[in-house]
């Protein structure tokens, strides 16, 4: 399975962007997707994550209220709908697709991971 991240680039404290993220087989329709980001010199950390058929989602406590995520398995796509974006939030975020079903926040139950895409909120 290979996953393609868009969306990313340089907005204002305060706006809105949309990620997506792409997968190339069917496979992920039966599986939870999730996104990650990595800032520099930190660690990736969770964000947020949904089940195969979109009914339960998890975020994290930073995000919650202001990211939205959701996907499409007919696209075989998930994306992240980001408002009231921080600089905070400037990191690099990754989409992956989990080995279940269900909407998980460890990194260490994914199995596919996308090249990640630049997100710069400037204060």
């Known amino acids: 399975v290979q996953l393609q991240a868009s969306g990313g680039g340089l907005v204002q404290t305060g706006g809105s962007l949309r990620l997506s993220c792409a997968a190339s087989?069917?496979?992920?329709?039966?599986?939870?997707m999730g996104w990650f980001r990595q800032a520099p010199g930190r660690e990736r950390e969770f964000v947020a994550a949904?089940?195969?058929?979109?009914?339960?989602?998890d975020y994290t406590e930073s995000v919650k209220g202001r990211f939205t995520i959701s996907r499409d398995n007919a696209k075989g796509t998930a994306y992240l709908q980001m408002n009231s974006l921080k600089p905070e939030d400037t990191a690099v975020y990754y989409c992956?697709?989990?080995?279940?079903?269900?909407?998980?926040?460890?990194?260490?139950?994914?199995?596919?991971w996308g090249q990640g895409t630049q997100v710069t909120v400037s204060s």
């Open positions: 992956a697709v989990s080995r279940y079903a269900s909407a998980t926040s460890q990194r260490s139950r994914y199995q596919y």
């Open positions: 087989k069917r496979t992920s329709s039966n599986n939870g």
């Open positions: 949904i089940s195969w058929n979109g009914g339960d989602t």
